[in-house]
T-cell receptor
Framework: NAGVTQTPKFQVLKTGQSMTLQCAQD?????MSWYRQDPGMGLRLIHY???????DQGEVPNGYNVSRSTTEDFPLRLLSAAPSQTSVYFC?????????????FGPGTRLTVT | AQSVTQLGSHVSVSEGALVLLRCNYS??????LFWYVQYPNQGLQLLLK??????LVKGINGFEAEFKKSETSFHLTKPSAHMSDAAEYFC?????????????FGKGTKLSVIP
């Protein structure tokens, strides 16, 4: 199993540009989520999905869009990039949406918006 | 609402010394608690989790944590630090019960190990 994969590893965008961060998992996990990590802030939840066709907002959803058309994939779209979205983005998945399930994290995408 | 406080954004210990990373939580119901570790330029991986089966939880790499309800704490310890333990550590809480899909993370504690 490859686990959770993310592409690209690094990205530089200009303000106003749009892009999609890709996330895929091959563990047949129901639950997938996106976090952003900023220095001194820990990880904050952006959006999550409890299954194909079902998504919901987390703590910091503004400026981001998600969809879940398959179990495997959960892309994160930046609609119009802003410097405040400079961050490291992590995708995670777990077997179910239960509270005690371990979340498996991808290696992250480091995004810089100039 | 649940929350996590990690005391100390940066902790330094000598190789072979005790590691103690502090975590206090706030939750309106009995929580599930986790410690994750992040090595440089990598994603997070689970060290251990508390799910109410036992208050002392043993994890990977010699780490353990004790759930103390009276103190609302879940501190992480390791008797003897190794150079390979240098990383950032995150405590996280998830409230028990149906519909609770979200982990709330603390801000992290960066552990340095001095040779």
């Amino acid at each position: 199993n490859a686990g959770v994969t993310q592409t690209p590893k690094f990205q530089v965008l200009k303000t106003g540009q749009s892009m999609t961060l890709q996330c895929a998992q091959d563990m047949n996990h129901e639950y997938m989520s996106w976090y952003r990590q900023d220095p001194g802030m820990g990880l904050r939840l952006i959006h999550y999905s409890v299954g194909a066709g079902i998504t919901d907002q987390g703590e910091v959803p503004n400026g981001y869009n998600v969809s879940r058309s398959t179990t495997e994939d959960f892309p994160l779209r930046l609609l119009s990039a802003a410097p405040s979205q400079t961050s490291v983005y992590f995708c995670a998945s777990s077997h179910t949406s239960g509270s005690i399930d371990e979340q498996y994290f991808g290696p992250g995408t480091r995004l810089t918006v100039t | 609402a649940q929350s996590v406080t990690q005391l100390g954004s940066h902790v330094s210990v000598s190789e072979g010394a005790l590691v103690l990373l502090r975590c206090n939580y706030s939750s309106s119901v009995p929580p599930y608690l986790f410690w994750y570790v992040q090595y440089p330029n990598q994603g997070l991986q689970l060290l251990l989790k508390y799910t109410s089966a036992a208050t002392l939880v043993k994890g990977i790499n010699g780490f353990e944590a004790e759930f103390k309800k009276s103190e609302t704490s879940f501190h992480l310890t390791k008797p003897s630090a190794h150079m390979s333990d240098a990383a950032e550590y995150f405590c996280a809480v998830s409230e028990a019960g149906a519909g609770s899909y979200q982990l709330t993370f603390g801000k992290g504690t960066k552990l340095s190990v001095i040779p």
